[in-house]
Nanobody, 126 residues
Framework: QVQLVESGGGLVQAGGSLRLSCAASGRTFGLYAMAWFRQTPGREREFVASVGWDNINTHYANFVKGRFTISRDSDKNSMYLQMNSLEPEDTAVYYC???????????????????WGQGTRVTVSS
């Protein structure tokens, strides 16, 4: 089992920044690729960004537009999402996701993800 705990959400004005964190614990061996997703009421959870074990290879959703940066500290079993130039449309609950031994950064099928965090809420006011 893998436990994922997100933190760092909050209320911020449009144009502001937040840094989300995801701490992984338990059977973390094999967590090659990890990802951030987000969800708003009435909409399907959507992919935001993913990062490989080496913290070099990354992949982003088009709507990120260079505003977000995903990173990872494998020694600490942690993943981060630096979000800059936030827009009201970024308001959502953000989730950390992991699928042991999965290496594909570009293809994430929600129903195939093994582990989710509890989510951290981000609210961007206009």
């Amino acid at each position: 089992q893998v436990q994922l705990v997100e933190s760092g959400g909050g209320l911020v004005q449009a144009g502001g920044s937040l840094r989300l964190s995801c701490a992984a614990s338990g059977r973390t061996f094999g967590l090659y690729a990890m990802a951030w997703f987000r969800q708003t009421p009435g909409r399907e959870r959507e992919f935001v960004a993913s990062v490989g074990w080496d913290n070099i290879n990354t992949h982003y959703a088009n709507f990120v537009k260079g505003r977000f940066t995903i990173s990872r500290d494998s020694d600490k079993n942690s993943m981060y999402l630096q979000m800059n130039s936030l827009e009201p449309e970024d308001t959502a609950v953000y989730y950390c996701a992991a699928k042991p031994f999965y290496r594909d950064l570009t293809t994430w099928r929600i129903h195939e993800i093994d582990y989710w965090g509890q989510g951290t809420r981000v609210t961007v006011s206009s």
